[in-house]
C-alpha cells in the first residue's frame, strides 16, 4: 500500500476558530487511521492579511488540541523563488501569460460559481498595445475536468467557461494560492487532500495545473463547512470566535459531532455528504 501523505494549511489571519478545527480534525484523522503522515503548512502568502502572532498562535493551539504533525513546517512566504520558478517555467512553455486586465475592466464579464468574474480571454494572445503587464495567468482549455470526491461524490467543471483562464500571480506581485498549493503539495509528495468544501470549487484549477506540471493528483475528501446562524462560513471576517483552549476536549467533541465521528478513529461513510452545516453552539 502506497504511503498516505495528508495535510493542513491554516492562514495565519488570526486565531484559530470551530471551523479551522474541522479541518484539521477531519485531514488528521484521515492520515493517522491510514498509518500515514500529516505535514502542516501556513499559507502565509498574503501578508498584508496575515496578523501578528497569529503563526505562533495556531502552532501553540494545536499543539494544546494534542495534534502533531511529521517534519518541519512549511511557510510559503519562505519559498517564493520556488514559486517565481515555476511560474517561469510555465510561461516560458507558452502554458502562461501576461494579462494587463484590471477589475474594472472585466466589470462586465459573467460571475463564475466562486463569486470571481469569469476571464475573456483579453489577453491570451498578446498585450495591446500600450497596455503593461499586471497579472499572469495560466492557459485553460474546453475539456471538462472531473475528479470523484470521497464525501462530496463525482464533481466536474469545465475550467475555460467556467472559470476561464485564471490568476497564478496577482497585480500586486504575490503568487497566487492556485500556484502556492500545486507546487505545496507537489513538493511535500502529498496524496490526500481533507479539507472543507468552500475549496470544492478551485478543484479542478489545481487539478488542471497539476497535469501541466507533471505533478500526481491526490485523492479528495471536502468535508462541510461550519456556518453561523446567519449562514455565512465561520471566519475571522464573519466575528467566528477564536476556539477555548481551556476546555480543548469539548472543542475537539464538538468537532467530531459536526464530522460524525465517534472518539476514536475516522469513518469517512460517517461525514455529512453536504457542502454546509451550521456550527452547534
Excluded at 23 to 36: D, E, H, M, Q
Excluded at 42 to 63: H, K, N, T, V, Y
Excluded at 230 to 236: A, H, I, V
Excluded at 256 to 264: A, I, T, V, Y
Aim: with cysteine.
Amino acid at each position: 500500500m502506497a504511503e498516505y501523505v495528508g495535510r493542513f494549511a491554516p492562514s495565519p489571519t488570526g486565531p484559530l476558530h470551530f471551523g479551522s478545527l474541522v479541518a484539521a480534525l477531519a485531514s488528521y484523522r484521515a492520515a493517522r487511521s491510514a498509518k500515514g503522515k500529516w505535514q502542516l503548512r501556513l499559507d502565509d502568502l498574503d501578508q498584508p492579511r496575515a496578523q501578528p502572532g497569529a503563526a505562533d498562535g495556531i502552532l501553540r493551539a494545536l499543539e494544546r488540541l494534542g495534534f502533531d504533525w511529521d517534519g518541519p513546517v512549511l511557510v510559503q512566504s519562505s519559498r517564493l523563488e520556488r514559486y517565481r520558478a515555476v511560474l517561469d517555467e510555465l510561461v516560458r512553455r507558452g502554458l502562461a501569460y501576461p494579462c494587463s486586465c484590471t477589475r474594472k475592466e472585466l466589470e462586465d464579464s459573467a460571475l463564475a460559481i466562486d463569486g470571481a468574474r469569469i476571464y475573456p480571454g483579453t489577453c491570451r494572445h498578446g498585450l495591446a498595445p500600450g497596455k503593461a503587464a499586471r497579472a499572469v495567468r495560466l492557459r485553460t482549455h474546453g475539456a471538462p475536468i472531473g475528479f470523484a470526491d470521497a464525501i462530496q461524490g463525482w464533481i466536474e467543471q469545465r475550467v475555460e467557461k467556467e472559470v476561464g483562464d485564471f490568476v497564478l500571480r496577482r497585480a500586486d506581485g504575490i503568487i497566487a494560492y492556485q500556484l502556492a498549493i500545486v507546487v505545496d503539495d507537489l513538493d511535500q509528495g502529498v496524496t490526500h487532500v481533507v479539507r472543507g468544501a468552500d475549496l470544492l470549487d478551485s478543484t479542478a484549477r489545481q487539478i488542471h495545473l497539476q497535469r501541466l506540471l507533471g505533478a500526481r493528483t491526490p485523492r479528495y475528501a471536502h468535508v462541510p463547512v461550519a456556518l453561523n446562524a446567519s449562514g455565512e462560513k465561520l471566519s475571522k471576517q464573519t466575528g467566528a470566535r477564536p476556539l477555548d483552549l481551556s476546555d480543548p476536549k469539548a472543542e475537539l467533541a464538538r468537532a467530531r459531532r459536526f464530522l460524525g465521528q465517534d472518539e476514536d478513529g475516522w469513518d469517512i461513510a460517517r461525514v455529512p455528504r453536504v457542502r454546509a452545516i451550521c456550527a452547534p453552539g
